[in-house]
């Protein structure tokens, strides 16, 4: 069975660092494409960013460029989101989605349960 | 970047109605297009993917099809499970875009 497991999350102030992670079981990790989508209380789904299977390549949504950076270990089977310089937009629950194969133009078919990032002061 | 609009925003139908929920994208996506269902608290699932593929396990009453740049998600009978917002997602790109959102109540 496919599981994703979230973790990492929590409040932080304006400025602040997080380090979100994603535990991948029930598949071959290393041939998938993982992504981060994140949605702010009451409003839609995000897409943030997607890795590669073999780190090729990596993507940002505009608004977090510079800001964050997607990792993955292909021996532990998680997915990284290193947040810096968070913003009070930044506050939302932050899921990691697998993508269907390996590239990075993919539909989502497995999902996290989610973790809760909140930025405030 | 590729917007995508969803109409209705809101909708409230029967037990047994079909529904329809439309999605428009800015710029062709081909037939890279995906629907997801999400319940409160949950995470989406997906439905549909390649605009018109049912992902396994999904009831059958779930259809999707295209028509040029517009998608249409469509319920053959409402069910009161289906509560939930559904979104479209594009692929053709890297730079994945969803829908807004549309929230499907049960009368």
């Known amino acids: 069975e496919v599981q994703l497991v979230e973790s990492g999350g929590g409040p932080v102030k304006p400025g602040g660092s997080l380090r979100l992670s994603c535990a991948a079981s029930?598949?071959?990790?290393?041939?998938?494409?993982m992504n981060w989508v994140r949605q702010a209380p009451g409003k839609g789904l995000e897409w943030v960013s997607c890795?590669?299977?073999?780190?090729?390549?990596?993507y940002y949504t505009d608004s977090v460029k510079g800001r964050f950076t997607i990792s993955r270990d292909n021996a532990k089977n998680a997915l990284y989101l290193q947040m810096n310089s968070l913003r009070a937009d930044d506050t939302a629950v932050y899921y990691c989605?697998?993508?269907?194969?390996?590239?990075?133009?993919?539909?989502?078919?497995?999902w996290g349960q989610g973790t809760q990032v909140a930025v405030s002061s | 970047d590729i917007q995508m609009t969803q109409s209705p925003s809101t909708l409230s139908a029967s037990v047994g109605d079909r529904v329809t929920i439309t999605c428009r994208a800015s710029?062709?996506?081909?037939?890279?297009l995906a629907w997801y269902q999400q319940k409160p608290g949950k995470a989406p699932k997906l439905l549909i993917y390649?605009?018109?593929n049912l992902e396994s396990g999904v009831p059958s009453r779930f259809s999707g099809s295209r028509s040029g740049t517009e998608f249409t998600l469509t319920i053959s009978s409402l069910q009161p499970d289906d509560s939930a917002t559904y979104y479209c997602?594009?692929?053709?790109?890297?730079?994945?875009?969803f829908g807004q959102g549309t929230k499907l109540e049960i009368k």
């Open positions: 997602q594009q692929y053709n790109s890297y730079f994945r875009t």
């Open positions: 989605a697998r993508g269907t194969d390996s590239s990075s133009s993919t539909h989502f078919d497995y």
């Open positions: 029930g598949f071959s990790f290393s041939d998938y494409s």
């Open positions: 390649d605009a018109s």
């Open positions: 710029h062709t996506v081909s037939s890279w």
């Open positions: 890795i590669s299977s073999s780190h090729d390549y990596i």
